[in-house]
């Protein structure tokens, strides 16, 4: 027998339905107009890449790339792991003369075993690839590849869609999940960058119809002695001195990435987080200067922040500032948006050394805030529900029907012949505003039968007139 068990679509994931898809694409659409105003274009990288570029771009051991990115083999036809390795074989070889002419015997021993076994790991790396978890890595990469510091710099980009991380579902969260990003590429690190940013994310938001965000704000200083790295000790030695009480997660921390410690959402943790020393306080002289004006910058264009010296970002490359974006009616996972500035990953990638600051939108929970808000579109019915009874009113209806969606109309034309008194409760059930009326008689005189539905008045048009009264 068949196996008649249903299929449902798998955790983490679900199916965006009408009428929210709606809303999904209103938001979308808005995305495109404000992101255009401010002289961004749209770039639409591959859902997959390389899982190195992730690796790099992101950090081999965040969570996201240690746990959570859904990885498969794809080995090309030759790869460059391949090949090295096969190079480092070869070198291990001795030549020799035989018979044949030259030859190379390769004796692998012991002593080389570690050299292929690491050369062997990196080769199977290169063979795998990923479904993206962010796009930021995916951009420089395009940056890079298609040469666009040869273009006017900076290069303002802008992206949209799908990313998957394998995280424990819950409201807000989702394994895969969509976001809406922009990424500003080369050219100077000015304040007014930073700041023009912010100012058209938040432009976004009230576009879209959101109210009640809140922008937090942050410098975490660059990589240097003077600025991080000196903040960053001090932090580690003030955390060494606490580390007993603090949870698992953090006390890791403390060695690898001491400063996402202060992300830490652990109820008994706040308490000790509050009494470690701040980076603000820590800041070399042009990370303080640039921090300052990027306030200045948001006063001059009436964007209301919060400074948050909890925000920070666990990553060398990131530098200065840091910004994130949170919205009403979403539990704890009210985070709609966070951003920052990355100067040294272009780099990283391989590229020249490039300024880069982005960020990328949660849409699933911008969407359900704007939800939660009471901004969510009804359910659409027809403009128009065309009733028609009779060959000869049917070959109308059809041409009734593309003129009608021609101009621009939703119209509902059944495809078989239906009573009226059924046609009309058809009508009214899909929640139709007129219906056209179309029988032997009407198709005679020219005079078209439209019947409001909310107010039952009916009323006998010509088809010129019925347009033109549709219209208005
Ligand atoms: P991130 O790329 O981690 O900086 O996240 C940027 C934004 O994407 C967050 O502020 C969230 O709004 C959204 N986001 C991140 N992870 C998820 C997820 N698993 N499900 C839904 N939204 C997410």
């Not at 690491?118 to 040469?147: F, G, M």
């Not at 799908?162 to 050219?187: C, D, S, V």
């Not at 922040?305 to 530098?319: C, P, S, T």
């Not at 539990?331 to 880069?356: F, H, I, M, W």
Request: proline letters at 5%; a neutral charge; glycine letters at 8%.
């Amino acid at each position: 027998m068949a196996n008649k068990s249903k299929f449902q679509a798998i955790r983490g994931t679900r199916d965006l339905l009408p009428p929210d898809t709606a809303l999904w694409n209103r938001v979308e659409q808005t995305a495109h107009e404000v992101f255009t105003t401010y002289g961004f274009d749209e770039i639409r990288p591959p859902i997959f890449e390389p899982t190195e570029l992730f690796a790099r771009a992101v950090g081999g051991d965040t969570d996201i790339v240690s746990k959570e990115m859904y990885s498969f083999p794809d080995p090309p036809e030759a790869t460059e792991g391949s090949r090295r390795f096969i190079d480092a074989v070869v070198a291990i070889g001795e030549e020799e003369s035989t018979s044949e002419g030259k030859t190379k015997r390769i004796t692998i021993g012991e002593k080389h075993l570690p050299e292929l076994y690491r050369l062997q790991e990196e080769w199977k790396k290169s063979d795998l690839a990923s479904l993206r978890p962010e796009a930021t890595a995916s951009v420089c990469r395009a940056y890079i590849e298609h040469n666009m510091q040869q273009m006017p710099q900076p290069v303002k980009l802008y992206y949209m869609g799908p990313m998957f991380r394998r995280e424990r579902p819950q409201k807000g969260r989702y394994r895969q999940f969509y976001q809406i990003g922009a990424e500003i590429l080369g050219g100077p690190d000015a304040p007014a960058i930073d700041a023009e940013l912010i100012e058209m994310l938040m432009t976004f938001f009230d576009k879209c119809g959101l109210h009640g965000t809140e922008l937090s704000i942050n410098s975490i200083g660059h990589a240097a002695d003077n600025c991080r790295r000196g903040y960053v000790a001090k932090l580690r030695e003030e955390l060494l001195k606490v580390k007993d009480k603090l949870g698992a997660d953090s006390q890791r921390r403390i060695d690898t990435t001491p400063l996402r410690v202060l992300d830490s959402k652990l109820e008994h943790e706040q308490a000790i987080i509050a009494t470690l020393p701040h980076i603000a306080d820590h800041l070399c002289d042009d990370c303080k200067a640039h921090y300052a004006a990027v306030k200045r910058e948001l006063e001059a264009r009436g964007v209301i922040y919060r400074e948050n010296w909890r925000l920070v970002r666990g990553l060398d490359y990131y530098m200065r500032t840091t910004f994130e974006i949170t919205a009403q009616g979403l539990g704890s996972q009210n985070a709609v948006c966070g951003g920052g500035r990355y100067d040294g990953l272009v780099e990283l990638l391989g590229g020249t050394p490039t300024k880069g600051i982005g960020f990328a939108i949660g849409e699933d929970r911008l969407i359900l805030s704007l939800q939660e808000g009471g901004k969510a579109p009804a359910a659409q019915g027809p403009d128009v529900f065309i009733a028609w009874m009779g060959q000869n009113a049917y070959a109308t209806a059809i041409r009734a029907a593309k003129t009608l969606r021609n101009t621009g109309f939703r119209v509902e034309l059944p495809g078989t012949e239906l009573k009226f008194g059924k046609a009309l409760e058809r009508a009214s059930k899909l929640g139709s505003r007129f219906a056209l009326i179309l029988g032997d008689n009407e198709v005679q005189s020219g005079e078209w039968t439209l019947k409001n539905l909310a107010t039952s008045e009916q009323q006998k048009l010509s088809e010129q007139a019925l347009l033109e009264y549709l219209r208005r």
